[in-house]
């Protein structure tokens, strides 16, 4: 059916014809809205869900008692102005830290604890529309195993299973999730060379993952049985451009930024109770 663009103005009559013949990007909050807020936060990701991101990433962590958490570093200085590592500490030693981002976001914030994966899990079941890319991080797979952690990490994000793609750099630890649970799996890359492509095509990752300026917005990506997501862009025309030649998400620290892009915000979630 042909579009009526009777009534319309000039902008809006060039904005529905641009959308018509470019690809439109899915948006993923890079660890919740964490250019306004601390980054892996309970309030964050909270935020980033009632912007309305139709992806939410996050990172897993172990705490020394096998205690998953949403946390980035095993060093606890950056975001939290403490010294010590979260590998050393139990659940309830960490509970006291406060992870508010002081030397980037002074005091608004505090306190913010670290929260639990079974905490995230519990907001998200709360946002039945958003998809989850959990990472988990490789130096926790090292630390305690990669069949302890990654068990007690599918046990806890089962009621989130089919919206759920778990993504990560050890490859050994997204194939045992595939083939364990059946979860859509995305491979975070570090080079985009022949050795990686060669990997991917025995991995068949259903997301594959780079940093945005590993190819440029001209360059097509790898094809395969994979849709590509790249990461952190907060310029709305670029995230436009990589979609244009086929990358599928765009990972964001500002996603209220994003939607101020009229293009971008036709993709975005409106849940229950929430402003349009």
Known sequence: MA??????SYAARSLYTLSATMNIPLLVAHRGFMEKYPENSLRGLQAALEEGAPYIEFDIQSTADLELVVFHDPDLQRTTGTDGSLFELAYQDLRQISAHEPAR????FAPAPIPRLAEISQLLQRYPGAQILPEIKSATLERFGMRP??????EILAPLADRCTLIGYDTTALAYARSQKGLPIGWVIEDYDRQTLETAQQLQPDLMIGEVHMFTP????WPGPWDWMLYDITDPALALAYADNGVDLIETRDIAAMFQDPLLARRR???PGTAS
């Not at 579009?3 to 319309?8: K, W």
């Not at 952690?149 to 599918?154: I, K, S």
């Not at 001209?218 to 990506?221: C, G, T």
């Open 3 to 8: 579009t009526n663009y009777s009534g319309l």
């Open 105 to 108: 976001l002074g005091e608004c």
């Open 149 to 154: 952690v990654m068990d007690r990490m599918m």
């Open 218 to 221: 001209e360059e097509r990506p």
């Open 269 to 271: 979630l409106h849940h």
